[in-house]
């Protein structure tokens, strides 16, 4: 017998897990020798571990980890369970660990007894931890950048449509400022021309939420002025404020306002210079690459739509042409595109570059976003090829075109109001403001293109239609319970600053959860929006 326990002893001391046998009161029998080092309970301590009872060890008020583990020990020695493991950590100042107890009954004779092990799982927690914080990592990245498609791609065709349709200056300018403003993370934006005489950035408009005073704006037009405005008109580049020092001159502006971080960009051409945008953001680091990419974009269509506001004519006539035709020629690059890769382009605007070069926005549904890429690089009408944003299934492109289609249109006084590619055919729907304009381009499309055929030709007054009928419309678009849930937040305040209720308020007076009232209000709001901005497209 006590060759048998010697070796039984000998061979519990080869495992680099914990382990002491407990009698049915709870009694340490014996133990092997790396007991008592981290993780059993009795670590610190200096009395022999044999003999102690397990149980009367344990503080409840100090260990509520102990206190489970001991509830465990019994139930197997009480023959409630045939195994009992609990997971638990067990940190120090200078190390985090994990273990896993497992107690396991055994009996000889009429004796009831449980082999109690630590096992340091340390290793497997913070490999799990690290996973966990990836995919979330992961998963975050996803959401901002599908969160960004959505915002650049509603952005652009916002202003877009904003630019084509405005027959001022001053509307341009409000306008962009308002729409800038209606978009995360943005909350300031100003537009600024040059005082000649005085040499200094006069205010021309300016929207948002943040208290910004633009009255003290009397910076000199310099190419080392202190304010990047200033700095943006002086040298026709854009300049970025990544975070927003307290101290300086910037700061001083636009830091009590709860400006975090700020882009200025001109407004110019080859051919004039209008003055500077600048956009305002409530966190630091808002304005990278892509973000910089759309708003100087932004500063030449700006430019241009002020440039050439008699083109646009064509939308504040009381009657238009509305032509709709199909392009199937392959040396289109939509066309290829969408039929060797499967996948649908959407025209979301166009603006004109500094080099004078017209780009065009396109989002791409259906295909991977560096198949596209690589794709439109290789293709011989392309001259430059920018990815803005991409996700799983598409991506977001921003196109320079010899020998643009949409270019074309654009100089014959076309407004296009959709394009379209889908299995190696483009839909274009554009609008003109006379029979004869809608005629000879047609003619002049299908003389350079082949598969040209004309889908569409309708001569109509511009739809007014009235308040009561809108509401009607939209109302037939809503479910009862978005309907509700938009009464609801609006008569509650819920769209005051500051609101005076939040969404868990809303949600408990329409007995339903808090994600599923936000469900309904996101979709309410959506169908609003495409309501109203749909209007402009009838």
């Not at 649908?344 to 004109?352: A, D, K, N, P, T």
Request: net charge negative.
């Amino acid at each position: 017998m006590e060759v048998t326990e010697s070796v039984a002893r000998a061979a519990l001391d080869t495992l680099s897990s914990q382990v002491a046998v407990l009698d049915e009161e709870g009694h340490i029998l014996f133990t092997n020798s790396s007991w008592g080092t981290v993780g059993d309970g009795t670590a610190g301590t200096d009395v022999e571990a044999e003999g102690v009872n397990y149980f009367d060890s344990v503080d409840p008020a100090a260990d509520d980890y102990a206190v489970e583990a001991v509830r465990g020990i019994r139930r197997v020695l009480d023959g409630e369970c045939e195994e009992f493991t609990f997971e638990y950590p067990c940190h120090t100042p200078e190390q985090q660990r994990w273990f896993l107890m497992r107690a396991t009954p055994f009996s000889i004779g009429d004796g009831n007894f449980a082999t109690v092990a630590h096992i340091d799982i340390t290793d497997r927690r913070l490999a799990e931890l690290a996973a966990q914080e990836n995919a979330e990592q992961a998963e975050q990245e996803r959401r901002n950048l599908e969160h960004l498609v959505d915002r650049i791609n509603g952005l652009v065709q916002d202003i877009t449509r904003l630019l084509v349709e405005s027959v001022s200056r001053e509307e341009i300018e409000r306008g962009v400022c308002e729409r800038l403003t209606d978009t995360d993370p943005y909350v300031f934006a100003w537009i600024g021309s040059a005082d000649i005489p005085a040499e200094r950035l006069r205010v021309r408009a300016a929207d948002g939420s943040a208290d910004v005073n633009l009255d003290a704006e009397t910076v000199a037009l310099a190419a080392d002025a202190p304010t990047p405005s200033a700095r943006a008109f002086a040298t026709g580049e854009s300049h970025i404020v990544s975070t927003v020092d307290g101290g300086s001159a910037v700061g001083r502006r636009y830091g009590d306002a709860g400006v975090e971080a700020l882009i200025s960009v001109p407004i110019g051409n080859r051919e004039s210079e209008y003055g500077v945008l600048t956009v305002c953001a409530d966190h630091p680091d808002a304005f990278d690459e892509r973000e910089q990419v759309v708003l100087e974009a932004l500063g030449r269509a700006i430019a241009n739509a002020i440039d050439a506001l008699e083109s646009k004519r064509t939308l504040t006539a009381d009657r238009i042409v509305e032509l709709e035709f199909t392009v199937g020629d392959r040396t289109l690059l939509l066309n290829a595109a969408s039929a060797e890769l499967g996948c649908r382009f959407s025209h979301s605007g166009s603006v004109y570059g500094s080099d004078g070069t017209l780009r065009e926005f396109y989002t791409v549904e259906g295909c991977d976003p560096e198949t596209v890429r690589e794709f439109a690089t290789d293709h011989d009408a392309v001259v430059d090829v920018t990815m803005l944003a991409a996700h799983d299934d598409g991506c977001l492109l921003q196109l320079a075109l010899d020998g643009s289609l949409v270019e074309r249109l654009v100089d014959r006084s076309a407004v296009t109001k959709a394009v379209t590619s889908e299995d190696g055919v483009t839909t274009f729907t554009v609008e003109l403001s006379r029979e004869a304009d809608a005629r000879a381009l047609f003619e002049e499309v299908a003389d350079r293109y082949d598969g040209t055929e004309l889908a569409g030709y309708h001569e109509h007054e511009r739809p007014v239609q009235t308040r009561q009928e809108f509401r009607a419309g939209l109302e037939d678009r809503l479910t009862d319970r978005q309907l509700t849930a938009l009464r609801t937040a609006y008569h509650s305040g819920f769209f005051d600053w500051p609101r005076a209720v939040d969404g868990d308020e809303l949600a408990a007076m329409m007995d339903i959860s808090r994600s599923t009232f936000h469900q309904h209000l996101r979709v309410a709001e959506r169908k609003v929006l495409d309501s109203f901005f749909e209007r402009d497209r009838q």
